[in-house]
């Protein structure tokens, strides 16, 4: 990744940071866009490599455009961008507010709308320059009241495989992660509604078959993958990393071997 400038939004922390560290450790330039400052959610950018905060709405194309402004000036262009930056509720659908609904939208699928819309062109003529979108096995499968998240990684998977079709002929590919259960703020605040997380954690990792839980480090990697010429003849796909568990047919306990 020597001399890559590469974008990555909702950076400041969880899976994005874990992406923002790899990719610096492998020699990018990394920009982190983020509404965050990564300085007051304890990841500072003291460590080894290139890292830089640029102030990030990916819902708001102003702040789209100021940000893609500040890339160009301070790098020239951008040979990855990953759509990181993603939130989630817990809401019935009678529960949800429109304004809730839509703010999921516009933060996870006008998210990455705007951030390519704005980027491709500081992409374009850039040799192996890929976009990686952040998808979920629920935009694939749903858990319980979780209506407007699944709706909107569905619609980022269905984005990934559009942005490949329209970009392959400029030299741009575009996959998608779908990752399983990862150990992040996104959802450590939903273990901890139940007394003993430690319980939780470890019915959880019954779930799959690798018989644990995601790190971000594992969505790092195959977001570095993704970005790299070994996988150059890979787009439109949409990658599950999630330790089997959407391959795992699920039997009541009584009759578990
Ligand atoms: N953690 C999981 O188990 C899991 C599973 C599947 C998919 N994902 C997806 O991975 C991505 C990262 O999730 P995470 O668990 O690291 O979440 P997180 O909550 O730990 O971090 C999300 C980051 O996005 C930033 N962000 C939020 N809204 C933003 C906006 N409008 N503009 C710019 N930045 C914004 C936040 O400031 C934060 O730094 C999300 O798209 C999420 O949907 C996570």
């Known amino acids: 990744m020597a001399d890559r400038i590469v974008v990555v939004t909702g950076g400041a922390r969880g899976i994005g940071r874990a992406i923002v560290d790899r990719f610096a450790a492998d020699g990018a330039t990394v920009v982190i866009g983020d509404l965050t400052d990564p300085g007051e959610v304890g990841a500072g950018l003291d460590v080894a490599g290139h890292r830089e905060w640029v102030p990030l709405d990916v819902t708001d194309e102003t702040s789209v455009l100021e940000f893609a402004q500040s890339v160009?000036?301070?790098?020239?262009?951008?040979?990855?961008?990953?759509?990181?930056?993603?939130?989630?509720?817990?809401?019935?659908?009678?529960?949800?507010?429109?304004?809730?609904?839509?703010l999921t939208m516009a933060v996870n699928l006008r998210g990455p709308f705007l951030m390519a819309k704005h980027l491709v062109p500081l992409m374009e003529?850039?040799?192996?320059?890929?976009?990686?979108?952040?998808?979920s096995i629920e935009g694939l499968a749903a858990n319980r009241h979780h209506a407007a998240y699944c709706a909107s990684k569905g619609g980022v998977h269905a984005l990934t495989r559009a942005l490949a079709v329209d970009l392959g002929p400029i030299g741009i590919r575009c996959n998608a992660i779908a990752p399983g259960w990862i150990d992040t703020d996104l959802n450590r605040s939903y273990i901890e509604r139940h007394p003993?997380?430690?319980?939780?954690v470890a019915d959880l990792a019954r779930l799959h078959p690798v018989a644990r839980i995601g790190d971000p480090a594992d969505i790092a990697a195959t977001a570095c993958w993704l970005a790299s010429a070994d996988a150059g003849f890979v787009t439109g796909q949409v990658i599950q990393v999630e330790g089997g568990r959407t391959v795992r047919l699920s039997l009541p306990t009584a009759l578990e071997p």
Request: hydrophobic content about 40%.
């Open 196 to 200: 003993d997380r430690e319980q939780v």
């Open 72 to 102: 160009e000036a301070g790098h020239g262009g951008v040979d990855v961008l990953v759509n990181n930056a993603g939130i989630m509720a817990e809401r019935s659908i009678t529960e949800e507010s429109l304004a809730e609904w839509d």
């Open 125 to 135: 003529g850039r040799e192996g320059a890929s976009i990686i979108n952040m998808g």
